[in-house]
């Protein structure tokens, strides 16, 4: 049986110590760290997320704002906004929900955003520099689940790790981050056959692709870690993960639980980046 990977835990240790960093940094040199989260339209979800993004701010002390835009703005509406953030010398870190209305071009409103206050690192200048080793921001997801991992010493080196979900999001940011843990690394995805045969090669497993349960207990070999970035609502509202917890927890080592478990720290390492970015700051 599982070992429960507690991401509520690990990510109030995470704000604890970002909460400490961020009182340090105003005594020293007067910065506060400061994020603006744009949300365009009225997706429940995002909603969600920004309303817990804004009171996690307030509890490590970072200065938030909030731009709450009608579901018709225009392209050249955002990006005139994001223009204006850019030379706010209050704002190091602006985060733009993702989805946006289908009349804005989400390219070029990631693209327009400055990579020295990309905290999401969606910009191709921060994709780069993740690529080689090096990375300004770390997508916060894939962050997140390294930080787990550490947390639990789960040993990350040498492992063979498989990643279902190839999104520029999740699934190709922490198959280079576990590459760069000196893992051995495979990116699965739907049309990869057959699937079962390289999960069950899985030391790391981790679970990206948005299918509710797909990863069940026949597709994992015994003693796997188990991470499951999956949020999937079913008709009864119960939220449950892209891996069927119970058949799974049966022959994993340690398993991430849907809700609780990789949620709470994509929000911490939001508020990680930020503080990175203000430590930076050149005035």
Same mark, same amino acid.
């Given at each position: ?36 989260? !744009? ?15 804004? %009171? ?35 704002? @190091? ?28 690192? $969606? @910009?191709?200048?921060? !994709? ?30 040498? %492992? ?19 590459? @760069?843990? @000196?893992?051995? !690394? ?64 049966? %022959? ?28 930076? $700051?050149?005035?």
């Amino acid at each position: 049986m599982a070992q429960i990977i507690d991401g509520k835990e690990v990510s109030q240790h995470i704000r604890k110590e970002v909460a400490d960093e961020v009182l340090r940094l105003k005594e020293e040199r007067g910065i506060t760290p400061g994020l603006a989260a !744009v949300l365009v339209g009225d997706n429940p979800a995002s909603q969600i997320y920004v309303r817990n993004k804004r %009171k996690a701010c307030e509890e490590a002390g970072i200065y938030s704002d909030e731009y709450r835009l009608a579901e018709g703005t225009t392209e050249d509406e955002l990006l005139s906004l994001i223009m204006k953030l850019n030379e706010d010398q209050r704002i @190091h870190g602006i985060l733009v929900q993702l989805p946006l209305p289908k009349q804005i071009n989400e390219t070029k409103i990631l693209r327009a955003v400055s990579p020295l206050k990309d905290i999401d690192g $969606f @910009h191709p200048e921060n !994709v780069g520099f993740l690529v080689e080793g090096n990375p300004r921001f770390i997508p916060c997801t894939p962050h997140g689940i390294i930080k787990l991992l550490d947390y639990y010493k789960i040993e990350i080196q040498g %492992k063979e790790a498989v990643v279902v979900g190839r999104s520029n999001i999740v699934g190709k940011p922490v198959s280079l981050l576990l590459l @760069h843990r @000196h893992a051995t !690394v495979t990116i699965c995805h739907s049309r990869t056959k057959p699937l079962e045969e390289v999960t069950r090669r899985a030391d790391i497993l981790v679970a990206a692709m948005g299918r509710a349960k797909f990863i069940t207990g026949n597709m994992v070999k015994e003693g796997v870690a188990v991470i499951d970035v999956g949020i999937n609502r079913l008709d009864d509202g119960k939220l449950v993960g892209d891996v069927d917890f119970e058949s799974v927890r049966e %022959k994993a080592s340690y398993i991430t639980p849907v809700p609780g478990g990789v949620g709470p720290m994509t929000i911490a390492m939001l508020l990680w980046n930020t503080l990175s970015s203000a430590r930076d $700051f050149k005035e």
